[in-house]
């Protein structure tokens, strides 16, 4: 029997990447030795729960037993109905400049994977001169750019580049054009789907002593020009700043949660799993049993069935809190309560109009 009523601290998969390094371990993070380590795959199928009840099970293998109480309604209908954890959270130490690259949504012809990959990256520390290349510049027609990716000429200089300053959040569509600069430490929750059409590699030479493969054909047939992420500027749920809407989408939204010593929050999504990463300082998180404490770079499950949690923290803390939200009630609402304007909350979606479809339909 699968027991959910704990919260769930995991034990990630840690994946070496050719521009990968070492930073994970400033999170807390105790990775593999002599290996430069690109991502650590928080909620991979493979991900093991670390103590309670289900510790040393895996979590794709909880969520094939059981899916309604781990993922309930919503995590279902993100995924297709098909039994897979639906927040894929990834910390991610890009030491060397990611490909650029595009991902295909889930309408797109993809022979290898059913679902689209919409992300969300969260800035956790950058190097001064760090950057965020998110879709085309204005000025560079399509064909230009697919030109000088198939020649291998100057892809780069046709992205737009925009600072990564620690604590900025971007929203990336599926089919947008992007890559991650050198010297980020990144929060990202995306879609549970790893397809990646690799456009341009900046020549790279990958493990093997071998230039990695491009996927241009593929890549191009879903590349969406239009999409050029904007850095968004978060909703401040209460007046001092402590609670941030930093993203918010069909797929997933994305709260900082900060407290002080001794504070206590509780947060809600009915049939929908929620994924709490900590940043900083100790928490307690409590479902309907607990407490499991979380330190710096752990993250914890709570399955859909707990229907909320609470957060107590035993130092000042940060934490991240991503799930599968009720646009109206999580969102719109909660924004609206906040004194938020319509055009600010759309911008949660960035190029995608999820929110303000939503806001614009509570108004009317």
Not at 178 to 194: I, M, W
Not at 262 to 288: D, F, H, I, K, Y
Not at 291 to 304: C, D, F, Q, Y
Not at 311 to 337: E, G, K, Y
């Amino acid at each position: 029997m699968i027991d959910t009523s704990w919260p769930m601290p995991l034990t990630p998969r840690f994946d070496p990447k050719p521009w990968g390094g070492r930073r994970l371990e400033q999170l807390g993070m105790a990775l593999p030795p002599s290996e430069p380590i690109g991502e650590a795959v928080v909620t991979a199928a493979e991900a093991t729960v670390r103590v309670g009840p289900m510790a040393g099970r895996r979590l794709g293998e909880l969520v094939a037993a059981d899916p309604e109480t781990l993922i309930g309604r919503r995590g279902l209908s993100a995924t297709g109905g098909r039994s897979i954890f639906p927040l894929l959270v990834k910390l991610i130490d890009a030491a060397a400049d990611l490909s650029i690259q595009v991902h295909p949504n889930g309408a797109s012809p993809a022979a290898d994977d059913v679902l689209g990959k919409t992300e969300a990256w969260h800035i956790l520390a950058a190097e001064p001169d760090a950057a965020l290349y998110l879709g085309t510049r204005s000025d560079v027609p399509g064909w230009i750019f697919e030109a000088a990716c198939r020649a291998g000429t100057g892809a780069a200089g046709m992205l737009r580049r925009l600072p990564a300053a620690v604590g900025t959040t971007v929203l990336i569509p599926a089919g947008t054009v992007h890559a991650l600069g050198a010297g980020t430490l990144v929060y990202e929750v995306q879609q549970p789907s790893d397809v990646t059409y690799r456009l341009d590699d900046w020549k790279r030479v990958g493990t093997a002593g071998k230039v990695r493969s491009l996927h241009l054909d593929e890549g191009f047939a879903v590349l969406e020009p239009s999409f050029r992420p904007e850095l968004i500027r978060p909703v401040d749920l209460d007046a001092v700043g402590r609670r941030q809407l930093l993203a918010a989408c069909r797929y997933f939204a994305l709260e900082r949660i900060a407290l002080a010593a001794g504070e206590e929050v509780e947060a809600r999504a009915p049939e929908s799993p929620q994924a709490l990463t900590c940043l900083l300082g100790t928490v307690e998180v409590l479902a309907v049993a607990g407490p499991v404490a979380l330190g710096p770079g752990e993250t914890a499950v709570v399955a859909a069935a707990a229907r909320s949690f609470s957060l107590r923290a035993l130092a000042p803390a940060v934490v991240l809190r991503a799930w599968i939200p009720d646009l109206v009630a999580d969102v719109v609402d909660a924004a609206c309560a906040a004194g938020a304007s319509t055009e600010q909350m759309s911008r949660l979606a960035g190029p995608l109009a999820d929110v303000r479809d939503v806001a614009r339909a509570a108004v009317w």
